[in-house]
């Protein structure tokens, strides 16, 4: 099975600080997707940000930007300047090129901030 | 647009009850997902539809029954509930295969 791991069940960060989650994938295709996912406590899954498995360059959205290293099949994302509002769970997440878009998801991490 | 809608929002069964979970979205997407979120799990693939008139099982499809007869609605049928598919269920969709999939608000089920 190829699979997506999220090594950090719960982190904390103070208000306007930055933090970084993990998250590490196996895979044996050469083409996929990456995705970091936010859900707070509505439930509702948004889309953070994204990065094409072909891109050597590294994905920001703003305050979030990912660190994609291929060849060890990481790929964490950091929060700049983080806000209350990042309070939520994260989902790292991985499509393959011929899975017809399945996703396959880690277990997640809590993030918590504090003001 | 509304987007990914899923109906209802929260249900609680007997075991061994029947129902059916409708997702409907109006953005004119190809492929449609149906998900379950379990604690500690994370999302898994349920069963997965790439066209109207077309289903594939997805990670964990036993229990499960999936239709998708017009391209805007995928339901997820469930024809005798057990306490295991106790669950957090979200519908999703997609325009192709590889751009990110958008979520509906997830339906609560809890089977006794």
């Known amino acids: 099975a190829q699979t997506v791991t999220q090594s950090q069940p719960e982190m904390s960060v ?102 | 647009n509304a987007g990914v809608t899923q109906t209802p929002k929260f249900r609680v069964l007997k075991t061994g009850q029947s129902m059916t979970l409708l997702c409907a979205q109006d953005m004119n997407h190809e492929y449609m997902y149906w998900y379950r979120q379990d604690p500690g799990m994370g999302l898994r693939l349920i069963h997965y539809s790439v066209g109207e008139g077309t289903t594939a099982k997805g990670e964990v499809p036993d229990g499960y029954n999936v239709s998708r007869l017009k391209k805007q609605n995928f339901l997820l049928g469930l024809e005798s509930a057990a306490p295991s598919q106790t669950s957090v269920y979200f519908c999703a969709s997609r325009p192709t295969a590889y751009n990110e999939q958008f979520f509906g608000p997830g339906t609560r089920l809890t089977v006794l």
């Open chain 1, 14 to 115: 103070q208000e306007a600080e930055t933090v970084t989650l993990s998250c590490t994938y196996d895979t044996s295709e050469s083409d996929y997707y990456l995705f970091w996912y936010k859900q707070p406590p509505s439930r509702q899954m948004i889309l953070v940000i994204r990065q094409e498995a072909y891109k050597q360059q590294n994905a920001t959205e703003n305050r979030f930007s990912v660190n994609f290293q291929k060849a060890a099949k990481s790929f964490s994302l950091k929060i700049s300047d983080s806000q209350l509002g990042d309070a939520a769970m994260y989902f790292c997440a991985r499509s393959g090129g011929t899975s017809y878009g399945k996703l396959t998801f880690g277990q997640g991490t809590i993030l918590t901030v504090h003001p």
